[in-house]
């Protein structure tokens, strides 16, 4: 499986709140930090917020895997986790990571994408994608760009499950709810027009044993030469 790599320099950082991201935004740095279970504590960076945005310029986006060099003596293996921007300007402000291992899952989200064209809608149905994405669990190097879903054989009234998703190699899904990625929904004004048409056919049916019976509250209509 083909992996979206990336290298990204950082530098130990020190200090916190405002007054030290003002000082590294005037160098043209932003903070950041990384997060990770087997790390002792978070660790504090400073990194070039344009140089992020070309680390995650990829196919995978946000699940590229990012190797931070200038971390400590060493280098570390990172998932883009989290970051705030500006809501004018739209500048990265700060940045989060998650440090990961190569032998250890992790949750991520990865786009669906249906293709083919589904039986159902050729009839005249309309097709609707429930989900954009998926939550999976799977090692840094095994997580998918996409997860495509071929959805050719729904019917109208059909609909595409969680379990009925083939997953790649290596990915996992870990839920108990056996949620609607995709459903067929029958052609606009065919629910209504069924009963419609049925109705007229129930009224002119007559009840068992002869002629119809009266609606309810209706005079009986009296027999020929019977007084008035």
Known sequence: MSVDKSMLEVKPREGSGKGAARRLRSQGLVPAVVYGKHLEKPLSVAVDP??????????????????????????????????????VTREILHVDFIAVREDDQVKVNVPLVLTGKAEGVAEGGLLTQARREIEVYAKPRAIPEKIEVDVTPLKIAQALHINDVKLPEGVVVKTNVNYTIAVISAPEGAAEAAPAAAAPAAAAKPAAGGAAKPAAGAAAKPAAGAKK
């Open 50 to 87: 344009k140089s992020v945005r070309q680390a995650i310029n990829t196919p995978h986006k946000f699940n590229t895997l990012i190797t931070l060099k200038g971390v400590g003596e060493g280098e570390q293996q990172v998932l883009f986790k989290d970051y705030q921007q500006d809501p």
